[in-house]
């Protein structure tokens, strides 16, 4: 079932095995926007180099059952944050392999508008908030100052931030994602004063110019040991630690399409290239495809090494 692929490049040929092309090699569609411009971008280079590529759409959670008993033979963007319990059993058992890291610039704690520096002087450091929690306050939470936090079934991570921190500042749950983005915007669009509990990539990041609150190094040990950071009687005195992204296949797969595992093990997705077409699709009411296919087009210098370097 092997077949071999020559491409022209300066002149020279190059071979590869690419493997079983009489069969299509099937990617995980998940549940966000991210991951289906990551996964559609895999499978038009994947196209080109010969493949046949089909598009299953499975759960976050219970595609990786899907992966280990080769229904699904690779998922691209695996956020290890939201992996749940199944993931790491597959991996433990064999079934799945982590092809390596997807090379997504990601972040999550609390961001601001550019323009709330002029309002809070010594931001981004997370102890200028100690000084100007009053500019940040609402009728709800004076003299406190307000952090737009999660909508509630999210977690309550920013209330455990703020008590970790000891900063005069209430978390307000926001009652949605959308609602999140909402205010992003009116804040930015009108200057007003916010900090709110975010992450990236997201499209409303290639719309609105932010910058992050520095909030002191994450480590395992700011979750259960009070002695750790900068407040002794409290845990979470700490930021979050920036979600890791990886791409996993079947364990079958490297055997099955050499070149394309060989391909898949080389490609990354850049966050900025990620939320502009996420921006696109999701605001701005283009196709997915037509969105896709316009990056690949354009940005043939960044994926053919990849390409290139799994069939020579």
């Known amino acids: 079932m092997g077949c071999a692929l020559a491409l022209a490049t300066g002149g020279s040929a190059m071979a590869a095995d690419l493997g079983a092309t009489d069969e299509p090699i099937k990617l995980a569609i998940n549940e966000w926007t991210g991951q ?3 996964t559609h971008i895999t499978g038009m280079i994947l196209e080109k180099m ?4 089909e598009y299953v759409t499975a759960g976050n959670y219970p595609q990786h059952t899907a992966v ?39 972040g999550e704690g609390w961001m ?18 100690k ?58 669009a009108a200057k007003k004063p916010l900090v709110m509990m975010f992450w990236a990539p997201h499209w409303v990041l290639a719309e ?21 950071g900068v407040n002794p009687n409290e845990v979470m005195d700490c930021g979050l630690a920036p979600p890791d992204t990886v791409k996993v296949a079947w364990s079958g797969f490297k055997d099955k399409w050499p070149a394309a595992y060989a391909f898949m093990e080389k490609f990354q997705m850049s966050s900025t290239e990620q939320q502009k077409m996420m921006l696109a699709i999701d605001q701005k009411g283009e196709k997915l495809e037509d969105v896709v296919g316009a990056w690949v087009d354009a940005n043939e210098a960044t994926w053919k090494p990849w390409m290139d370097a799994a069939v020579n």
């Open 68 to 106: 280990a008993d080769g229904t699904i033979h690779a998922t691209m963007e695996v956020w290890l944050n939201n992996a749940g319990e199944i993931y790491p059993k597959m991996i433990e058992s064999g079934k799945e392999v982590e092809i390596g890291p997807l090379g997504l610039d990601t």
């Open 112 to 129: 601001y508008p550019k323009h709330v520096a002029e309002l809070c002087p010594g931001l981004p450091d997370w102890e200028a908030l």
């Open 50 to 53: 010969g493949y046949s590529v």
């Open 131 to 188: 000084d100007c929690a009053e500019a940040f306050a609402t009728p709800e939470t004076f003299p406190n100052g307000r952090i737009l936090s999660y909508p509630a079934d999210w977690g309550n991570r920013s209330e455990q931030m703020i008590k970790g921190l000891d900063i005069p500042f209430t978390a307000v749950p926001a009652g949605s994602e959308g609602a999140l983005v909402a205010e992003l915007k009116a804040a930015a």
């Open 36 to 38: 289906h411009v990551t």
């Open 208 to 228: 609105v110019d932010i910058d992050w609150v520095k909030l002191p190094a994450y480590d395992p040990a700011c979750e259960t040991d009070p002695s750790w």
